[in-house]
């Protein structure tokens, strides 16, 4: 069994406007040392496999084709 | 005229859609999405609002890969008329029909009102019953329809005229909602037969209801 962890952010450049409240919200709270804020989502993929590369070039399919929308979207994918 | 109409798991203007269109006198047909055709007589395909697949991962993300969505891409790729109207938008842009991506709106709040519209370009079957520039008033009511493009594209949809509609205030000055890039409400592609608008002109059929204006959008389909 592989682990993957696929995180999908707003690309740099959009817009993040959740990040910005979180942003807003956490200055109000007195957490000035905040420089920005990113909001993103994770997604945990078990996969019935062992090779490290197939699974790699399968999640980058996945991410690619349905878990990120890359016209906005950036991802990352870390196996464990 | 028939105009078929897609039906999702979550999808709920698929019937505030066909009143629309049989009040304009077309013959309608919900088309469940497990469908693998669209019916043969249809001339337009609306993809309705709504919340498909409970707008889970994003919105018309799931969507996307029900087996209708093929007999869509190869009517679309036929010339067919398509319009997505709100979910039917975002549905539209993730299967790579419409350019973009519709983001969480700016605000973050989903956004229920009427709201005022410009016609920007009234260059293609759907909105030639309309002038540019005049202004129509139609119900918004989404979450995640802030409309987003690069500028590469933007520059592309603009020197094609395939920006149909725009927020505006009641005088057709610019009162941007939700942070779409430009104020987009509405775009079609590049061939002018796939349309897509987060406003639902299917809602703004009764005066008594608040608003008629979405007669004369929807009606541009009728005459060839």
Not at chain 1, 16 to 41: E, I, T
Not at chain 2, 150 to 155: F, I, K, M, S
Not at chain 2, 178 to 183: C, I, P
Request: aromatic letters at 8%; hydrophobic letters at 40%; one cysteine or more.
């Amino acid at each position: 069994m592989i682990k993957a962890i696929v995180n999908v952010y707003l690309k740099a450049g959009v817009l993040d406007s959740q990040g910005k409240a979180v942003h807003h919200a956490l200055d109000s709270l007195g957490f000035n040392a905040v420089k920005d804020v990113r909001v993103g989502k994770q997604i945990v993929l078990q996969l019935d496999e062992t090779d490290k590369e197939k699974a790699m070039s399968d999640v980058t399919e996945m991410c690619e084709e349905l878990l990120a929308n890359t016209v906005i979207e950036d991802y990352n994918i870390e196996l464990v | 005229m028939k105009v078929s109409i897609l039906q999702f798991p979550g999808t709920n203007c698929e019937y505030d859609t066909e009143y629309a269109f049989k009040k304009l006198g077309a013959d309608t047909e919900i088309v469940w999405h497990k469908s693998q055709n669209i019916p043969n007589d249809t001339d337009l395909l609306v993809v309705a609002g709504g919340f498909s697949y409970g707008d889970y991962l994003r919105s018309g993300a799931i969507a996307k890969f029900s087996p209708v969505m093929k007999a869509v891409a190869e009517y679309a790729a036929e010339g067919g008329k398509v319009l997505g109207i709100c979910n039917g938008f975002q549905v539209l842009t993730e299967a790579g029909l419409l350019p973009g991506a519709l983001k969480r709106n700016e605000g973050l709040h989903f956004i229920s009102k009427h709201h005022h519209l410009k016609v920007v370009s009234n260059d293609n079957v759907f909105l030639k019953k309309l002038s540019n520039g005049d202004v129509v008033n139609i119900p918004i009511a989404h979450h995640d329809g802030n409309y987003y493009i690069d500028e590469a594209g933007l520059q592309e949809l603009e020197a094609n005229g395939q920006v149909l509609l725009k927020y505006t205030d009641a005088n057709g000055e610019i009162q941007n909602p939700n942070g779409s890039v430009e104020s987009i409400a509405g775009i079609c592609n590049k061939e002018k037969n796939v349309f897509g608008l987060m406003p639902h002109p299917e809602r703004a059929m009764e005066a008594l209801l608040g608003s008629a204006d979405g007669v004369n959008m929807l009606q541009g389909f009728f005459e060839s």
